[in-house]
Each structure stands twice: as C-alpha cells, then as structure tokens.
Nanobody, 118 residues
Framework: QVQLVESGGGLVQAGGSLRLSCAAS????????MGWYRQAPGKQREFVAI???????NYADSVKGRFTISRDNAKNTVYLQINNLKPEDTAVYYC????????????WGQGTQVTVSS
C-alpha cells in the first residue's frame, strides 16, 4: 500500500522560511519522480516543483529562486525548502509521486497547510 505522509506546514510571518517533508512508503522510492503542488482557496491546484530519480529539478516560474526541492533516497523522503515566504504562498501543499512501475499513476499526500501573514 502506497502512503505519502507530509509534515512541516504552519503559520509563518512574511519573509520567513519553512521546510516541508514528505515520507513515502510502499514503493520503490528511488525510481519515482516526486513533486510538490499547492492549492489556494478558490483556485485550482498548481504545479510547484518536481525532482526526478536522477536529481533533475524543475520549478514553476512563480517560485524560482525561493523554493528548493530535494530528496533523500535513504530516508524515502522528499523536501521542499521555502524561503522568503509571501502572503500569496498561502495554500495547502501536496506531495505527489508518479509510480514508475504502475504506468506513472499519481499518488498524493494528505496536504499540509502553509499560512503566511503580513
């Protein structure tokens, strides 16, 4: 059974930082692309960042220079370091995995709330 468990969200002042974590189980973690998405109230879920099994990263234009995605295959965990938080970063952040051995089927974490106050 695949499970993604997220942590690290919270209430933060503008300009502050957070590190989100997502621990995966029930999968061969090291071969799967991992990503982060977010959804603000009243808006569609949007892509934030992705990291491939080889460590290649890609980011949404809106977060480049502030967000960093990384992975630790020994811990089956993907991270999202968020710096210089802005109020517009307020959203529920979701961990995503594409299961390589299951036709790239998408799996999602439960989401973690990030709220940025001014």
């Amino acid at each position: 059974q695949v499970q993604l468990v997220e942590s690290g969200g919270g209430l933060v002042q503008a300009g502050g930082s957070l590190r989100l974590s997502c621990a995966a189980s029930g999968t061969i973690f090291s071969i799967n692309p991992m990503g982060w998405y977010r959804q603000a109230p009243g808006k569609q879920r949007e892509f934030v960042a992705i990291i491939t099994s080889g460590g290649t990263t890609n980011y949404a234009d809106s977060v480049k220079g502030r967000f960093t995605i990384s992975r630790d295959n020994a811990k089956n965990t993907v991270y999202l370091q968020i710096n210089n938080l802005k109020p517009e970063d307020t959203a529920v952040y979701y961990c995503n995995m594409k299961q390589v051995l299951a036709w790239s089927k998408d799996y999602w974490g439960q989401g973690t709330q990030v709220t940025v106050s001014s």
